[in-house]
């Protein structure tokens, strides 16, 4: 038995299984919700309960979507010649947001993980060969992060789309902007060689 009501009892369990919030975290929103004008609670439920109704997966990229296909896929002035694969929507948002890249997106939902028995047919991996059978695709850019896992993706995804007449390439990896080459480790400085760039004009 806790030391509040039931209900709010209840809520703060709730709010805490929510990831990156513990217990004192959960019970502070759940206090500051009970704090407010109902308004607050309101809005809240009826946006938890829209994005649940309202948001599916676009059915070309498998990115998150109100509408199907997606603002991204529907958008006619994108090129349709490159594909940028990414693990999650999260990615995909980061990329978004960067403004730098105009083409069109797929989103694997993961990467292959064998010891936690994620295998290809787990990701839209499929999906991602029917489009490159259907669309006019020059090249697909692996944008997947650079962890053994990412890597293993990177390795089995250019192995399967090998000999499909695309140009395959990956994001580089290195050194981040404003970081210090004193503090990284010897993988990442490995990497800034390999994917060094020429200055020539
Ligand atoms: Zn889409």
Redesign the pocket.
């Known amino acids: 038995m806790g030391i509040y009501p039931p209900p709010l009892e209840r809520l703060i369990r709730h709010l805490s299984k929510l990831p990156g919030i513990g217990q004192k975290s959960a019970t502070r929103v759940a206090l500051y919700i009970l704090k407010k004008p109902r308004g607050l609670a309101e809005d809240l439920s009826r946006s938890l309960m829209d994005v649940k109704e309202k948001i599916r997966f ?6 998150f ?1 109100d509408q ?7 958008d006619e002035t994108r090129n349709n010649g490159v594909i940028c694969i990414v693990e999650g929507p999260g990615d995909q948002l980061a990329i978004e947001e960067s403004g730098i890249f105009k083409g ?2 797929h989103v694997l939902h993961g990467i292959l993980s064998p010891l936690d028995g994620i295998g290809p047919e787990d990701l839209k991996v499929a999906e991602l060969l029917t489009r490159l059978e259907k669309e006019q695709v020059q090249e697909v850019i692996m944008a997947v992060n650079p962890t053994a896992e990412g890597e293993a993706t990177v390795s089995f995804l250019a192995k399967l789309l090998s000999d499909k007449g695309i140009v395959l390439s990956r994001i580089a990896l290195g050194i981040p902007m404003g970081g210090d080459l004193k503090y990284m480790d010897a993988m990442t400085l490995r990497h800034a060689l390999k994917s060094r760039t020429s200055l020539q004009p």
């Open positions: 676009c059915s070309l990229c498998f990115n979507t199907d296909p997606c603002a991204i896929c529907r069109r997106y």
